[in-house]
T-cell receptor, first 112, second 117 residues
């Protein structure tokens, strides 16, 4: 099956700096890559996603890039704010409406 | 849009009792629902996938007789933890997807914290 690895496990940045979280996947058939933000004691919230036919997607301060050849995708957060502090999970899905394979999570701490 | 609720948000029960957790899609029809379990500081572990009107498909290692899943309608799925024991204490999260409206997106509920004494 699919294996998703996520790095780093923790990331501390100063407010206003950029943060980058990277994920790799093993199955070249994976075609959908969402990113979720999870605050303590809450369920994950979808923040951005990308499909395999696209190389990059941006939504205000958040962007995701996908390199299908290298089988990795990254989350980029610019101008970080304290409210960006949370745990971020990447995931990969093979085919349509199939289960997600989640990364291990990255705890982002944005210091004011 | 795409709001998913869970009830209860927290439950404490005695060992040996059964607990039912509800997952509802509030503004869309959930053709598929997923149930996850999450231990502290760990990732989400998929327990089972359920399609409306069908039996749930359980992941390897998940006891189907212990974790009963029902997806009787397009807006409601339930997870029943039968004869709960302290090791079943965890954060249970559901997600929902609508094949007609959403591509592969899964929308997550707020989670249910189960504590078994």
């Amino acid at each position: 099956g699919e294996n998703v690895e996520q790095h780093p496990s923790t990331l501390s940045v100063q407010e206003g700096d950029s943060a980058v979280i990277k994920c790799t996947y093993s199955d070249s058939a994976s075609n959908y890559f969402p990113w979720y933000k999870q605050e303590l004691g809450k369920g994950p919230q979808l923040i951005i996603d990308i499909r395999s036919n696209v190389g990059e997607k941006k939504d205000q301060r958040i962007a995701v890039t996908l390199n299908k050849t290298a089988k990795h995708f990254s989350l980029h957060i610019t101008e970080t704010q304290p409210e960006d502090s949370a745990v971020y999970f990447c995931a990969a899905s093979i085919g349509d409406f199939n289960k997600f394979y989640f990364g291990s999570g990255t705890k982002l701490n944005v210091k004011p | 849009g795409a709001v998913v609720s869970q009830h209860p948000s927290r439950v404490i029960c005695k060992s040996g009792t059964s607990v039912k957790i509800e997952c509802r899609s509030l503004d869309f029809q959930a053709t598929t629902m997923f149930w996850y379990r999450q231990f502290p500081k760990q990732s989400l572990m998929l327990m089972a996938t359920s399609n409306e009107g069908s039996k749930a498909t359980y992941e390897q290692g998940v006891e189907k007789d212990k974790f009963l899943i029902n997806h009787a309608s397009l807006t409601l799925s339930t997870l029943t933890v039968t004869s709960a024991h302290p090791e079943d204490s965890s954060f249970y999260i559901c997600s929902a997807s609508d094949r007609d409206r959403h591509y592969n997106e899964q929308f997550f509920g707020p989670g249910t914290r189960l504590t078994v004494l």
